[in-house]
C-alpha cells in the first residue's frame, strides 16, 4: 500500500513532496556532493534525500544548496524543519509547501529539536548560536547566556524533561534547564568542541557525545553525569555518534581516519568496524528505529553502509560522491489524503 | 580601447583642474561608451553564449530582442550561482523593463517562485542577495508568500531586506568592512549598491545607498594610483594580485575617473545603465597626487564563527577583530600593509607596492611578499566545515590554497609594520609549520634587478626604486613552476595566464625565524639608479633572528624605525599608537570608529556624509587654501 502509494506519486513527478500511507519513518540525509565539486565552490547537488525502498536515495523537499539537517515534529508530523545555510525552512503541511521562518539574523543553521509535548517550543544550533522559537517557528530569539564559543553543531532535548537541553559547542557540552533561558557548561566534558550529542529512547537515559580531539563520552543518567568511552578512539576527531532507539546497549561512535567503534553490551567494550567501510573517515552514523541492530554509517565523499550485525559487515548503502552533515530518520507524515 | 574620453589620467595633475561641469561631461561620454562598446561583444548569432549582463544591457537598448529573449529563457531554465543570478536578473528587469513582454515576465516570475537561491557566506553575498529581493518584490509589490521561492510575501521580503540593508550600512559606516577593499570584490558592493541607486523606490532605502555607493567608491579613491587599488587587500586572486589593472577596480577608475583604459566589467556596465553620476570630488580625491601623503584605515576581518582569539572584538553579537591599514600614496606609487596576521580567509594580501603607470593594461606593476600559509584553524575560524574537510573543500576552488607557491595568503606568523615608504616584516613560524618560508614577488616588468654583495637587492618598477633586503638569502624561482594558477578557481581567474602569469620570479627564503625591509623611494628624488643604491647601502640597518626576528632601521629620510615579532612597533623611540586608528584618516578623508560619519575633502572642498540622519553636507571654504 505504501509503496503503491510512493511510485504513484514518483510517477506523477511529486519528488519534491512525498508522502507516505501512514507516518513512517524515513532513513534520510542532509548532503552536500562535493566529490565531483571541481574548481568551484558549489557542491554538483545538495539538499535532504530520503530514502526509499524501491527508489533508493531520492531527493525531497525545496532544493537547497547548504542542508545541514532536518527535523519533524514529534507530535505534528506535518510540521518539518530544514536546518540550512539560508536559515530555517518549514512546512506545516508535510512538505507540500515550505517557508523560510527565519530573517537576515539567523543563518548556518545546522540542528534543529522540537519539544515532543508542546510542538511551539523549537530550538536550533546555529554556526553562530543557538535560536529558540516558543511560537512553532513563526518568530525566533537569540538564546546564548552563559556561552561564549557559540558555534554550535548539536543540539538535543531531554525526552523525559523537555526543558531541559544539552548543546555541543566550540567550547563544550553546555546544559540548560529552562528551555535556553540560561546555559551552563558541563564540566565533566572536556572545554573543547562537542560534534555531536545523541541519546536513546528515554527510558534508557543513554546518551553520547563525541568532540574534536577529546574522544567520546557517555552518559547513563540522561546527561547528568558523563565518563569517557570508546576510549581506542583515542583523540581523533569523532563527527559521529549513535545510540539504537530499540536497544541502548547498541552504541556507535565514528570519526575521521578511525572508521566506525561499535559496542554491543553499553559502552563496556567496543569493537573496531572498519573494515568493509569505504573510508576511515566517516562523518554520520545512525540506528534504523524500524530495525533493531541495524547501523547506518556515512564516510566523508565515499557513500553510505549499512551493517546488522554491528559492524562486523557492511552493505552498501549507495549515495557516493556526498558529504553527509547529518544522517537519521524523519517521521514523514501522509498529507495527500 | 576607447579614445578621446578618458582625458585625465593617472597621477599627473592637470595643467589646471577640471571644472564640475568638465568632469561630468567626461563622464557621460565615457558612460556611452562604454554601452557601446559592451553592445559589440553581443554575438546576435550565437544563442549559445551571453550573459544576463548582455541580456539586460540588449533589452535596454533595444537591441538583438531575439537573442536576448533566447538567452533570458536559457539562462532562467536551471538558475545557478544563486546571488550571482539574482542580481543581473534585477538589472534586466529594472533596465530592460521597456522591452521585455508579458512572456518574458512569465518566464522571470516563475523563476523567482520557484529557484531558492543560497544567500551566501560573506559579505559581498549578502549585499547582492538582499538588494536584489528588495528590488524585485518592489516590482512585485503585493504577491503573496506563495509567489516567491521562500514563502514569504512581498511585503515581508521587502521588509526584511531592508532591514539587512540599513544594519549593513550602520555597521559598514561605523567599523569598516569585513571584506575590506578588495580590487575585484569591489563588482559585487558597486554592482548592489548601484542598483538600488538606479531603481529602488523606497526613498530612504534609495538615498542611503547613494551616500554607501560614495563611500565605497571613497575607500578605493583614497588608494588609488593610476586606476589601481593599492595597498593590503581582504580578498585578491592570483591574476589580480600579478597584474593589479585585470581587476574589477580598474575597469570602474576608467568609467568613474578616467583612469587607464576601458575594459568591460559587469559592474561598470551596471553603474552605465543606472544613470548614476559621482560627485566630482571623488574624481579629484582619486587623481590628485600632487602631495604624497599617508592614510590610514580601520578595518576589520570577515565574522569569526570559531577560534576568534583573545584579542577579537564582538560588534552587534559577532566577533572579529581590528585591521590597521595604512597607505603610503605618491604619484609615482603606492605602499600600502596590514598589519599582519590572519586578518582574512585565504586570499588576504598583507601588503603590497604598486608603481603608476599610465596604460597598466598588460604589466606586471606590483611588488609584494608572503608567507604562504593554509589550515583547518583559518578555514574554521571563517566557515563552518569541519576541521578535517575545511582545507580540503576550500582547495576544490581556491586550488592554490594549500600550495607553498602561492601568492596570497594572511599567516599567523607575519608581523609587518610600515612608516611612509618603508616597511618591515618579520615572521616567526613554528616548527612543523608545512611551508616555513617567504615568497617576494618580482615581476617580470622591473627593471635593474640587482642582487648586492651587502645582501640588498634593489630594482625598479615605473618612477618607484625598490630596496628589498631579506634577513635570510634565498632562491630565485618563477612563478609559474606548479601550473597552479593556470588551472584554479575557475575559468575566468585563470584565463589568459600565458599572459600575465608567466615571465615573473619569486624569491623564496626559508628559515623559521626571519624577515625583510623594504624601502621605496621616488626616482625623481635621486640622481640615478646607482645612486639610490648607495643611498640605501648607507643607512644603518641591523636585524638579528634569535630569539625572534627583529629590526632597526634609518630611513631615507633619517626616521628610525624599530620592530621586534610580537611587539609594538615604534618611530623614533615612539611606540605605534593602534588602539587610536581611525576609520579613514588621510588629507582627502576623514571619519571617526563608531561615528557613522565620513568626511571627504579636496582643496576648499568638504564633503560630510552623515549616515545617522542621512545627511550630506558639501561646503566651500576659500580660507583652506
Not at chain 1, 153 to 172: A, E, H
Not at chain 2, 544 to 561: H, N, Q
Request: one cysteine or more.
Amino acid at each position: 500500500m505504501m509503496l503503491t502509494t510512493i511510485r504513484t506519486l514518483l510517477a506523477l513527478g511529486l519528488t519534491g513532496s512525498i508522502a507516505f500511507a501512514q507516518p513512517e519513518s524515513v532513513l534520510f540525509t542532509a548532503a552536500a556532493f562535493t566529490k565531483a565539486q571541481k574548481n568551484s565552490s558549489i557542491p554538483t547537488d545538495a539538499g535532504i534525500f530520503i530514502h526509499l525502498p524501491d527508489k533508493g536515495w531520492t531527493p525531497y523537499g525545496p532544493k537547497i544548496q547548504q542542508v545541514a539537517s532536518a527535523s519533524v515534529d514529534p507530535s505534528d508530523s506535518s510540521r518539518i524543519f530544514l536546518a540550512c545555510g539560508n536559515g530555517i525552512v518549514r512546512s506545516t503541511d508535510g512538505g507540500q509547501s515550505w517557508r523560510m521562518v527565519t530573517d537576515w539574523r539567523v543563518s548556518d543553521v545546522t540542528a534543529i529539536v522540537i519539544d515532543p509535548t508542546d510542538g511551539k517550543n523549537v530550538y536550533a544550533a546555529s554556526g553562530w548560536g543557538l535560536v529558540r522559537s516558543l511560537d512553532g517557528g513563526d518568530s525566533w530569539e537569540s538564546i546564548n547566556t552563559g556561552i561564549d564559543e557559540r558555534f554550535s553543531k548539536t543540539i538535543t532535548l531531554d525526552p523525559r524533561n523537555p526543558s531541559r537541553l544539552l548543546v555541543g559547542t566550540g567550547g563544550g557540552l553546555f546544559e540548560s534547564t529552562n528551555r535556553g533561558n540560561k546555559w551552563r557548561r558541563i564540566k565533566a566534558v572536556p572545554a573543547g568542541h562537542v560534534l555531536r550529542l545523541r541519546h536513546g529512547n528515554a527510558k534508557s537515559g543513554v546518551w553520547l557525545a563525541v568532540t574534536e580531539g577529546h574522544g567520546a563520552w557517555l552518559s547513563t543518567n540522561s546527561g547528568k553525569t558523563w565518563q569517557p568511552t570508546a576510549p581506542s578512539a583515542g583523540d581523533a576527531n569523532l563527527y559521529a555518534c549513535a545510540v539504537d532507539p530499540q536497544n541502548a546497549q547498541n552504541l556507535a561512535v565514528g570519526g575521521w581516519a578511525v572508521g566506525v567503534l561499535t559496542s554491543t553490551d553499553g559502552g563496556k567494550t567496543w569493537q573496531q568496524r572498519s573494515e568493509g567501510l569505504p573510508s576511515p573517515n566517516v562523518l554520520t552514523l545512525a540506528y534504523d528505529p524500524n530495525n533493531p541492530g541495524k547501523l547506518w554509517a556515512a564516510s566523508f565523499e565515499e557513500g553510505t553502509v549499512w551493517s546488522q550485525d554491528a559492524g562486523a559487515t557492511w552493505q552498501d548503502g549507495g549515495l557516493d560522491g556526498a558529504l553527509t552533515n547529518d544522517l537519521g530518520f524523519l517521521t514523514l507524515a501522509d498529507n495527500t489524503r | 580601447m576607447v579614445t578621446g574620453v578618458g582625458s585625465v589620467h593617472g597621477s599627473t595633475p592637470p595643467a589646471a583642474p577640471l571644472s564640475d561641469g568638465e568632469i561630468g561631461f567626461a563622464f557621460q561620454a565615457r558612460r556611452a561608451a562604454l554601452i557601446e562598446q559592451y553592445l559589440t561583444r553581443t554575438d546576435p548569432t550565437n544563442m549559445e553564449r551571453g550573459g544576463l549582463h548582455d541580456v539586460a544591457l540588449n533589452f535596454a537598448q533595444g537591441t538583438h530582442l531575439e537573442w536576448a529573449r533566447s538567452r533570458l529563457r536559457a539562462l532562467t531554465a536551471k538558475p545557478t550561482g544563486a546571488m550571482f543570478w539574482m542580481f543581473p536578473m534585477v538589472l534586466t528587469m529594472h533596465a530592460g523593463e521597456p522591452h521585455l513582454n508579458d512572456d518574458d515576465w512569465a518566464v522571470i516570475r516563475e523563476a523567482w517562485r520557484t529557484y531558492f537561491p543560497y544567500r551566501g557566506d560573506t559579505e559581498n553575498h549578502w549585499l547582492m542577495y538582499y538588494a536584489s529581493i528588495y528590488l524585485a518584490a518592489e516590482i512585485w509589490p503585493d504577491l503573496p508568500g506563495s509567489e516567491w521561492y521562500n514563502g514569504k510575501s512581498s511585503a515581508e521580503n521587502r521588509a526584511e531586506a531592508k532591514e539587512y540593508l540599513l544594519e549593513s550600512i550602520r555597521i559598514t559606516t561605523a567599523y569598516g568592512r569585513g571584506e575590506y577593499d578588495s580590487p575585484n570584490y569591489i563588482d559585487p558592493y558597486v554592482s548592489a549598491l548601484t542598483l538600488l541607486v538606479g531603481w529602488c523606490r523606497d526613498p530612504e532605502l534609495q538615498h542611503k545607498a547613494q551616500m554607501m555607493l560614495e563611500f565605497e567608491l571613497l575607500d578605493f579613491a583614497v588608494e588609488n594610483i593610476g586606476g589601481i587599488y593599492g595597498g593590503a587587500h581582504s580578498r585578491i586572486y592570483p591574476k589580480h594580485a600579478i597584474q593589479p589593472s585585470l581587476a574589477a577596480s580598474t575597469a570602474l577608475a576608467w568609467l568613474l575617473w578616467g583612469q587607464g583604459e576601458m575594459q568591460l566589467n559587469g559592474s561598470a556596465l551596471i553603474v552605465a545603465l543606472s544613470g548614476y553620476t559621482p560627485p566630482p570630488l571623488l574624481q579629484h580625491i582619486a587623481t590628485d597626487r600632487s602631495k604624497p601623503y599617508v592614510h590610514r584605515e580601520l578595518r576589520r576581518t570577515r565574522w569569526r564563527m570559531r577560534h576568534a582569539g583573545p584579542d577579537a572584538v564582538e560588534i552587534a553579537g559577532l566577533k572579529t577583530k581590528a585591521v590597521y591599514k595604512y597607505s603610503y600614496v605618491t604619484a609615482d606609487y603606492l605602499l600600502g600593509s596590514s598589519q599582519g596576521g590572519l586578518l582574512q580567509p585565504i586570499q588576504q594580501q598583507t601588503w603590497s607596492h604598486v608603481w603608476h603607470e599610465d596604460k597598466p593594461l598588460g604589466l606586471s606593476n606590483t611588488f609584494f611578499a608572503l608567507h604562504p600559509y593554509f589550515s583547518a584553524l583559518e578555514g574554521t575560524m571563517y566557515f563552518g566545515a569541519d576541521w578535517d574537510t575545511v582545507v580540503d573543500l576550500i582547495a576544490r576552488s581556491k586550488v592554490d590554497y594549500n600550495s607553498p607557491d602561492k601568492l596570497m595568503s594572511g599567516s599567523p606568523h607575519e608581523q609587518v609594520f610600515q612608516h611612509e615608504s618603508t616597511l618591515i616584516g618579520l615572521y616567526d613560524i613554528p616548527a612543523g609549520t608545512d611551508f616555513p618560508h617567504i615568497n617576494t614577488f618580482f615581476s617580470r616588468d622591473l627593471t635593474h634587478r640587482t642582487e648586492d654583495d651587502s645582501g640588498w637587492i634593489f630594482a625598479q618598477g615605473g618612477e618607484s626604486y625598490i630596496a628589498y633586503r631579506p634577513f635570510v638569502a634565498g632562491e630565485w624561482r618563477p612563478t609559474d613552476w606548479t601550473g597552479l594558477l593556470a588551472g584554479g578557481a575557475g575559468a575566468w581567474i585563470s584565463s589568459g595566464h600565458t599572459e600575465w602569469g608567466t615571465g615573473h620570479q619569486v624569491y623564496v627564503s626559508e628559515s623559521p625565524q626571519n624577515g625583510y625591509i623594504v624601502q621605496i623611494a621616488t626616482a625623481d628624488d635621486f640622481d640615478s639608479f646607482e645612486a639610490f643604491v648607495n643611498a640605501v647601502k648607507a643607512l644603518p640597518f641591523e636585524f638579528s633572528l634569535s630569539p625572534v626576528a627583529t629590526a632597526s632601521f634609518t630611513t631615507l629620510d633619517g626616521t628610525k624605525l624599530r620592530a621586534t615579532y610580537g611587539e609594538t612597533p615604534t618611530v623614533n623611540g615612539r611606540r605605534v599608537d593602534y588602539d587610536a586608528w581611525p576609520l579613514f584618516d588621510g588629507p582627502f578623508a576623514q571619519a571617526t570608529p563608531g561615528r557613522n560619519e565620513v568626511t571627504l575633502r579636496h582643496g576648499d572642498t568638504q564633503r560630510r556624509l552623515n549616515f545617522r540622519d542621512g545627511s550630506i553636507n558639501t561646503t566651500i571654504n576659500s580660507d583652506d587654501e
